[in-house]
Each structure stands twice: as C-alpha cells, then as structure tokens.
C-alpha cells in the first residue's frame, strides 16, 4: 500500500556514510558504522569467479573456496571455522561466475577476530597435498550429486546452450577430469595469481569504529605486494535463431527452461528487465503463475528471473511438469512473454512490480550481513559502492513506455 512504498523510497541508501579508502598496495576497504544492534559483518571479496578460470582450471575457483577452510599457518584443519563458531559467530563462503567471497558475522566485540581468521585463510593457506586431495573426492561427490538434481542439470544444459564463446558456458563446479587433476601446484598457482591486495576488497558493517577497524586492515595487508593479474574474456557474439537443448534423465518430473539473452548487471536496461520478470512470473499474481499454473494447471510450477552478472546474462522462465505438458507449457510462456513486447502493461502491474522489487530489496539490506553484501557486490559487479541506490532510483522512476521498449529490444 502506499504507507509501505513511503516506508521503502525513502529508506537509507546502502552507500550511505560508507569510508571508502584504497590502501598504496590497491587493497579496497569498505567500512560502515552501523548501530542497529551488537553485531559485526566481516567480509573478504576477490575479483575472480569461475569464468576466470584458463581451460586446465575449470573449477578452481570454488574449490579455492573449500581449500580456505583447511588449515592456514596458525590455524589447522576445521580450526578456522572453529575459531568463529567459538566465539558465537558463522562463517561461509560462496563463489560464482565472477567472485568469490568469504564472509562471517560476529558479536562485534570480536569484529576483530573474524578480521584476523578471515584474513588468515585468505593470505596465509598452506594448501596441504593431503588436504588438496581429500577435498578433490569431496567436489567430485558434490558434482555426482548435482548431476541428481534436476535444475542443477537443467542450468548447466541452459548456460551451455545459451553462451558458445563465453565461458559463462561451463559449470562453476568443473568437470570430474579438471577437479581430478587439481595438484597443490595448480591450487597454489591459481591463489598467488588472483588473490592479490589490488584484486581484494574488505568489506566490515556493524557496530564498529571505522578507524580502528581500518588501522587492523592496514597492520594485516599494508605490507602485501600487487599482483599483475587481469581478466580477459571473450565476448559473446550476437545469437542468431533459436537453440534447443534436450536431455533424457530418470528424473519423477521434467523441467525446462525458455531463456532470451540479456544484459550486464550495470546495462541501463538491466532494472527494466527486473520489473519485466517480476509481472511475468514471480508471487502468485504474475502473468505465468495465474495463466499457465492456476487456470490452465499444466505445470506444477513456474517462476520468471532475469539474471544479471558482470557480463551479459540471460532473462527466462523455468517451470517443472509432466513431459507431456512441457510443450504446451512453452507455447503458453512464449505467448506471454512475446505480449510484453506488443502492449504495455497494467498501471496496477508496474506499481504493484515496483512496490515488491524495492520491499524485496530492502528486506535484503536490514541486516549488517545484507548490507555488506550489497557493497562488496555493487562494487565488485557493477565498479560503484552507491550501484544499488541508484538501481532502486531507475527502478521507482520506470514507465510502462519503458517496459515495453526494453521487452522490443
């Protein structure tokens, strides 16, 4: 209602009173004093994912990510986790295409510590040959089990579908024959390539004095040397025609996907495409959800995205069903998606589209852990700690004209 959309326009910007300052070595500091309650957000951002990766690397990048936890010079095996759990905290990791990120929250009276664990596993890992090697059977047991998973197979038959250069194209886990070959001298090579002061950014929100906090950050990296590593990416070209993919699995249900290409994260038309894809098939009211799941009840489920990395990414519908209905199901999908494009959509669509994209996004950023997420993301994606602000801004000031410009394209 219209108390809410107040509420949200005029929330604190997730830029605001944020001190940006990059050390001589190029390592980027993020802080924000933030007191809405005796909790700290430790981050540590670097600017590799697995579209980095050269050909002999695939999957290097989140296994990096499981070789951080296992043991640095100081700490050993499972005592880095430990040693934020023993102080009332949580610890995790993440990697995608483009980033990597470790991460931990904490009472903020040990801000501190999780600064000194998470800088430890970042710069200090000794990437043990047993250790490498357990962690290898590990992966390769995540990779046969995402091969049970249907919208896990699903998603790596799209991305291969979608990009032939890109290398968006390949899993972020890798292949069982790339993670079976990972050496120490390949994890090793792969870490003192990318993880480089002028590659990192750290990331604290919470209850913390910025200038203390900045001056630990200093004392721990000041003294790191750069590193000479840059991305180099092929660039997709221009898809021609429709491509299809078909893969027979002793899945109970099928599933399936009905993707376009889109745009980069920072693309003018990337909060366009957003909106578009929340009328299309996201809450229960979109288009997709009452046309296709609701009145004609041909599939058990079915969403609409528009995904958004650093390069290009893609925009589309996935829905699950019996594989009898899967095609009569993308006849219907391809019909809606095809009307955003020849009539604009309702005054009470964008609003109500708008109103749940901001509330959504504000949800996000309530807590300190949100919050920092949002920094070291909007910088890392998009070159701009303010990105998400302004984002929000595009988003409120949209028009149906808009919409229905960007569906054309």
Same mark, same amino acid.
């Given at each position: 209602?219209?108390?809410?959309?107040?509420?949200?326009?005029?929330?604190?910007?997730?830029?605001?009173? !944020?001190?940006?300052?990059?050390?001589?070595?190029?390592?980027?500091?993020?802080?924000?004093?933030?007191?809405?309650?005796?909790?700290?957000?430790?981050?540590?951002?670097?600017?590799?994912?697995?579209?980095?990766?050269?050909?002999?690397?695939?999957?290097? @990048?989140?296994?990096?990510?499981?070789?951080?936890?296992?043991?640095?010079?100081?700490?050993?095996?499972?005592?880095?986790?430990?040693?934020?759990?023993?102080?009332?905290?949580?610890?995790?990791?993440?990697?995608?295409?483009?980033?990597?990120?470790?991460? @931990?929250?904490?009472?903020?009276?040990?801000?501190?510590?999780?600064?000194? +664990?998470?800088?430890?596993?970042?710069?200090?890992? $000794?990437?043990?040959?047993?250790?490498?090697?357990?962690?290898?059977? +590990?992966?390769?047991?995540?990779?046969?089990?995402?091969?049970?998973?249907?919208?896990?197979?699903?998603?790596?038959?799209?991305?291969?579908?979608?990009?032939?250069?890109?290398?968006?194209?390949?899993?972020?886990?890798?292949?069982?024959?790339? !993670?079976?070959?990972?050496?120490?001298?390949?994890?090793? @090579?792969?870490?003192?390539?990318?993880?480089?002061?002028?590659?990192?950014?750290?990331?604290? +929100?919470?209850?913390?004095?910025?200038?203390?906090?900045?001056?630990? !950050?200093?004392?721990?990296?000041?003294?790191?040397?750069?590193?000479?590593?840059?991305?180099?990416?092929?660039?997709?070209?221009?898809?021609?025609?429709?491509?299809?993919?078909?893969?027979?699995?002793?899945?109970?249900?099928?599933?399936?996907?009905?993707?376009?290409?889109? $745009?980069?994260?920072?693309?003018?038309?990337?909060?366009?495409?957003?909106?578009?894809?929340?009328?299309?098939?996201?809450?229960?009211?979109?288009?997709?959800?009452?046309? !296709?799941?609701?009145?004609?009840?041909?599939?058990?489920?079915?969403?609409?995205?528009?995904?958004?990395?650093?390069?290009?990414?893609?925009?589309?519908?996935?829905?699950?069903?019996?594989?009898?209905?899967?095609?009569?199901?993308?006849?219907?999908?391809?019909?809606?998606?095809?009307?955003?494009?020849?009539?604009?959509?309702? $005054?009470?669509?964008?609003?109500?589209?708008?109103?749940?994209?901001?509330?959504?996004? @504000?949800?996000?950023?309530?807590?300190?852990?949100?919050?920092?997420?949002?920094?070291?993301?909007?910088?890392?994606?998009?070159?701009?700690?303010?990105?998400?602000?302004?984002?929000?801004?595009?988003?409120?000031?949209?028009?149906?004209?808009?919409?229905?410009?960007?569906?054309?394209?």
């Amino acid at each position: 209602d219209g108390s809410m959309m107040h509420e949200y326009r005029y929330a604190a910007p997730v830029s605001a009173d !944020v001190r940006v300052e990059r050390l001589p070595n190029g390592l980027t500091v993020l802080l924000r004093e933030v007191r809405i309650a005796p909790v700290a957000e430790v981050q540590i951002w670097a600017g590799v994912g697995s579209a980095d990766e050269r050909d002999h690397e695939r999957g290097l @990048a989140h296994f990096h990510e499981h070789m951080l936890f296992k043991g640095t010079e100081r700490r050993g095996v499972g005592e880095i986790a430990g040693a934020i759990e023993g102080a009332g905290g949580r610890i995790n990791a993440f990697t995608s295409f483009d980033v990597t990120c470790y991460h @931990a929250t904490l009472p903020s009276d040990v801000a501190a510590l999780g600064l000194d +664990v998470l800088s430890d596993a970042v710069r200090a890992s $000794v990437f043990d040959p047993e250790e490498v090697a357990r962690e290898v059977d +590990v992966v390769l047991e995540e990779i046969n089990r995402s091969e049970d998973e249907p919208h896990s197979v699903l998603s790596d038959a799209l991305f291969a579908s979608a990009y032939r250069t890109h290398p968006y194209r390949l899993p972020i886990l890798g292949t069982p024959e790339s !993670v079976g070959s990972f050496t120490r001298e390949k994890v090793r @090579a792969f870490y003192e390539r990318w993880y480089t002061p002028e590659n990192l950014v750290v990331v604290v +929100v919470g209850d913390i004095d910025a200038a203390d906090m900045l001056g630990k !950050v200093e004392a721990i990296f000041g003294d790191d040397a750069r590193g000479e590593a840059e991305r180099a990416r092929p660039e997709e070209p221009p898809q021609e025609g429709v491509r299809s993919a078909l893969l027979a699995r002793p899945f109970e249900r099928a599933c399936a996907d009905a993707s376009w290409p889109a $745009v980069a994260l920072p693309h003018p038309d990337a909060p366009a495409l957003d909106l578009l894809a929340f009328i299309l098939g996201e809450g229960d009211s979109s288009r997709l959800v009452r046309g !296709v799941k609701e009145e004609r009840g041909i599939v058990d489920r079915v969403d609409a995205s528009c995904y958004t990395p650093r390069d290009p990414g893609l925009f589309g519908a996935t829905w699950d069903a019996g594989a009898d209905q899967i095609l009569p199901a993308l006849e219907q999908i391809v019909t809606e998606t095809e009307r955003l494009r020849r009539e604009p959509v309702s $005054v009470e669509e964008l609003e109500k589209a708008q109103l749940n994209f901001i509330a959504s996004r @504000a949800w996000e950023r309530e807590s300190v852990s949100g919050m920092a997420r949002k920094l070291g993301s909007s910088l890392l994606h998009a070159g701009d700690i303010a990105f998400e602000d302004t984002y929000l801004e595009r988003v409120r000031n949209m028009t149906r004209e808009d919409l229905m410009a960007t569906a054309e394209k």
